[in-house]
């Protein structure tokens, strides 16, 4: 397993396919790196419309995946809410 309790932001380009770990195996979290593999588990793909910023869920806890909801706060005895606003 390596998943991380925090977001990560990432600078994604318009157009450009990328691959969200949602298996929580992949060396390169918050990306997919092909771990997945035979787990019968599949990345998420995003392709945006615009050059973005954006924080992707590092501990694939999340309810707006590939996106942080803030769920990694309920492990640190926090809220939901830091960073959800900052995905949509
Ligand atoms: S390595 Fe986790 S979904 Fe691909």
Known sequence: M???????AVALKAG???SWCRCG???T??????SHKGSGI???RIVLEEDKTVYL???KQTGHAPYCDG???LFNGGGRDEYFEDNT
């Open 42 to 44: 599949s990345p998420i």
């Open 29 to 34: 979290n918050p990306k997919c790196d092909g």
């Open 57 to 59: 869920c590092g501990c």
């Open 2 to 8: 390596s998943t991380c309790n925090h977001p990560v």
């Open 16 to 18: 450009k396919r990328y």
């Open 25 to 27: 195996k992949s060396k």
């Open 71 to 73: 769920s990694h706060q």
